[in-house]
């Protein structure tokens, strides 16, 4: 594909119009998940029918994904952004309007089909900036979601804490939210197709590297998957401390991760994606280690912080792996997306499955078994990965890359 910017200043301006959009599309997530309880009661379905329509947010972006590839090439990725972020935070507002299962599960699957879509596209456009500046900042782009998701929670919280309808809250929010990202979108790269370029196809199985690159995400957020759905169950139930205690060890969780994403690409790059990837399995398995023999609250505290140390920029760096691995990166980032959305949402009904045949301590075993994949699977990163100083792995410099290729 072609495109309009070329100047490293614009880049740059690139570079912080879309970790703007990362932002807003967390705080999206965010302002949601506070609300599920006043969904749940406002729609009447129980936790068995709550958890599937949650599901339909899975299935949704799973069905959406490759097509965000096929808006791009047809639109331009701002007006392709654009557009896929306005129905993203629009989409905010049907959830909390669904008054059965039925209309509940259509609009969860709408939600998520938004959602995937204008993921695959914020990704694409984070790794075509990340070539040009020529070092990482995937890493910091998911954390700017992460931020995003907590300034989106924390307003969803004083708004259940006052009582607010949960249908003006997201109205508020999404109008609010919708013109930021509409803002934010108008300083990103605009790609065009190049006259000869053949349109990706609408629905295309991932290609083989980015069910490699998939597997490791997988690992990762399984890990996140299960330590934010059950860290606060296994510290009241397991180990039997406060409820205090253990919604907050979901939020020090929550926090770990946000922090270690901001500040991820400058460890990637120093030691590279494969290094770091590596150095997190380790802590991420430590940490796994430690959930599994606490025995009391500190420790096991201490555990998930770890782990989410440890797993914190591990998706980042699969996306952008994904990115650089080959001619078509929304479809290869469409595919890993894809992969680990579906290991978010195994993960919390595994880890609830074995728990009832055995404990919620050897559920967390298979955590830790999987955080040691992070070590084994992680040279599969390598193949978007170029030689730097000092032998660490890294993107070329800007001037070294001949056009975007999405």
């Not at 740059?12 to 006043?38: I, K």
């Not at 490699?212 to 510290?235: H, K, P, T």
């Not at 946000?258 to 380790?282: H, P, S």
Request: hydrophobic share 55%; aromatic share 6%; glycine share 12%.
């Amino acid at each position: 594909m072609s495109t309009v910017v070329q100047a490293p200043t614009e880049v740059r301006r690139a570079r912080y119009a879309v970790a703007a959009v990362f932002a807003v599309h967390g705080a999206v997530t965010g302002s949601f998940a506070t609300r599920v309880p006043w969904i749940q009661d406002h729609a009447g379905v129980g936790a068995g029918q709550l958890g599937l329509a949650l599901a339909f947010t899975a299935f949704g972006a799973s069905c959406s994904m490759p097509l965000a590839g096929r808006i791009t090439h047809q639109l331009g990725s701002r007006t392709a952004l654009r557009a896929l972020m306005t129905l993203w935070t629009v989409s905010l507002v049907l959830p909390a309007l669904a008054p059965n299962m039925l209309t509940l599960c259509l609009a969860m699957f709408v939600y998520g089909a938004s959602a995937g879509m204008a993921d695959v596209a914020m990704n694409a456009l984070g790794v075509e900036v990340e070539q040009r500046l020529g070092k990482s900042i995937m890493s910091g782009l998911h954390g700017m979601w992460s931020a995003g998701a907590l300034i989106g929670s924390a307003g969803g919280t004083l708004a259940a804490h006052l009582g607010s309808d949960a249908r003006v809250h997201h109205a508020l929010a999404a109008a609010v939210l919708t013109a930021l990202g509409l803002l934010a979108c108008g300083w990103v790269l605009d790609l065009r197709p190049t006259e000869d370029e053949e349109p990706p196809p609408r629905f295309a199985l991932p290609p083989r590297s980015a069910l490699l690159i998939g597997a490791v995400g997988f690992c990762a957020v399984f890990a996140e998957g299960a330590s934010l759905d059950w860290s606060a169950v296994y510290l009241e139930d397991h180990i039997g401390s406060s409820a205090g205690l253990a919604a907050a060890c979901t939020t020090g969780f929550m926090l770990t991760m946000a922090v270690a994403r901001l500040v991820g690409d400058a460890v990637v790059n120093r030691f590279g994606a494969v290094r770091t990837v590596r150095a997190g399995g380790v802590l991420a398995a430590a940490g796994g280690v430690l959930v599994v023999v606490a025995g009391q609250p500190a420790l096991a505290m201490a555990g998930f912080g770890l782990m989410g140390l440890g797993i914190a920029v591990v998706v980042p760096l699969c996306f952008a792996a994904a990115g650089h691995s080959g001619p078509n990166p929304s479809q290869a980032i469409a595919g890993v997306a894809t992969i680990t959305y579906t290991s978010g949402l195994i993960a919390p009904s595994l880890i609830g499955g074995v728990a009832q045949l055995t404990s919620l301590m050897v559920s967390f075993m298979v955590v830790t078994a999987l955080s040691c994949g992070l070590v084994v699977f992680a040279g599969v990163l390598r193949g978007g990965e170029r030689k730097g100083a000092r032998g660490a792995e890294v993107s070329p410099p800007a001037a070294a890359v001949p056009g975007p290729r999405s």
